[in-house]
Nanobody
Framework: QVQLVESGGGLVQAGGSLRLSCAAS????????MGWFRQAPGKERDIVAV????????TYADSVKGRFTISRDNTKNTLYLQMNGLKPEDTAVYYC??????????????????WGQGTQVTVSS
């Protein structure tokens, strides 16, 4: 049973930076795609960025391209999201996720089956 625990959220001013971490336990995820998703109040959960098992293939939401960077350290079984140039519209609960199915790098959160509890990111203007 895989467990994902996010950390690093908080309150930051517009233009600031945060680094989110997602620590996995239970088994190694080095063969599994992983991703960050976010959900703002009243909105559906949506992709932020996803990353393939090797870390070389990534996909980003258009709204975060050039500002956010997803990465992973398979030796630590940990996923990261470096967020720079934060905007008030980035305010949301951020979730990390993985999927048991090997192969593919889907953008749809419905294709991911294991989720963390989420961490709140609030960006003030």
């Amino acid at each position: 049973q895989v467990q994902l625990v996010e950390s690093g959220g908080g309150l930051v001013q517009a233009g600031g930076s945060l680094r989110l971490s997602c620590a996995a336990s239970g088994r190694t995820l080095r063969n599994n795609a992983m991703g960050w998703f976010r959900q703002a109040p009243g909105k559906e959960r949506d992709i932020v960025a996803v990353i393939g098992r090797s870390g070389f293939i990534t996909t980003y939401a258009d709204s975060v391209k050039g500002r956010f960077t997803i990465s992973r350290d398979n030796t630590k079984n940990t996923l990261y999201l470096q967020m720079n140039g934060l905007k008030p519209e980035d305010t949301a609960v951020y979730y990390c996720a993985t999927r048991a199915t090997l192969g593919g790098l889907p953008r749809d959160p419905r294709d991911y089956d294991t989720w963390g509890q989420g961490t709140q990111v609030t960006v003030s203007s």
